[in-house]
């Protein structure tokens, strides 16, 4: 079990309807209690602690849309992303231009566009899931209430595939796990939101002062790391010279799959 990854983190971003891209994350932890306490460290030495009387937590959740100004979560995301490079993790991603959207490839014309959204959300994450599957067993996939799945409820989907239907006595993934983003034990899943939310807004290019400052430092970070290839955060133009079967070869850290119909 020490060469496998023992938990899967899934974010997304671009969900919401004038959204240009479609961005679905998956960090793939193998040491996850080294990766867990880092984070942890970082929390408390910047002092990033909860002040939500609702919420039953030491530290305050890291999220890249609440970075609005140089602050705490701003040093937070900034040494969370230095954090991925040095641990036994990668993380992978999915990419869909919503202007190249043709819901006829995923059902006919009297069903509904959420039917067909939720077919090919599923089939998407499939996609991701399985490229991976060697590195997986007895794997715990963690997922932030996400819109899409939340509303398109593809879970299900996901557990028939990967664990139902397994024939061995060790699933590829035994558990899928709604979580809440915010609690303590989840900060791997808010690494998710960094590396995610990066690809949306290096995309968008529009950000607000905070978020813009953890970007570009994330992308200061992934660019340095030592791979096959460079790692250009957002770059599309750049992603899509790379062939979907390639990209772990050259990027076996941090890849961005820009998906087409043909795929």
């Known amino acids: 079990m020490a060469n496998h990854v023992t938990h899967i983190y899934v974010d997304e971003a ?24 880092s984070l942890l460290k970082v929390q408390e030495e910047e002092k990033h602690f909860n002040a939500k009387a609702n919420r039953a937590a030491r530290y305050a959740e890291f999220s890249l849309k609440k970075c609005r100004g140089p602050g705490k ?18 993380f992978r991603s999915f990419v869909l231009d919503w202007s190249i959207w043709d819901s006829s490839k995923f059902g006919n014309p009297f069903e ?9 959300y599923k089939k998407w994450c499939e996609l991701l899931l399985h490229h991976e599957r060697f590195n997986l ?22 557990k ?68 096959g290839k460079k790692i ?11 062939h979907k079967k390639t990209l772990t070869k050259h990027f076996p850290k941090f890849s961005q799959w820009h998906w087409l119909p043909s795929d």
């Open 14 to 37: 671009g969900t919401h309807d004038d959204a240009p891209w479609l961005v679905i994350g998956m960090l793939f932890v193998k040491q996850h209690g080294r990766l867990h306490s």
């Open 160 to 227: 028939m595939r990967f664990t139902d239907n397994y024939a061995g006595t060790s699933p590829w993934i035994r558990r899928f796990i709604h979580a809440k983003s915010w609690h303590d034990e989840q900060q791997c899943l808010q690494l998710c939101d960094l590396l995610t939310g990066g690809i949306y807004r290096s995309l968008c290019t529009e950000r607000s002062t905070g978020s813009s400052i953890v970007v570009e430092h994330l992308g200061s970070v992934l660019e340095q790391f030592p791979t």
């Open 73 to 90: 979560r701003v040093e937070v995301g900034k040494r969370f992303a230095e954090e991925f490079v040095k641990h036994d993790c990668y």
């Open 112 to 120: 509904s566009q959420a039917l067909k959204k939720r077919r090919a």
């Open 137 to 158: 067993c007895n794997t715990d996939l963690y997922l932030d209430e996400l819109r899409i799945v939340r509303e398109y409820d593809v879970l299900d989907d996901l």
């Open 232 to 242: 250009r955060l957002g770059d599309h133009k750049y992603w899509k010279q790379f």
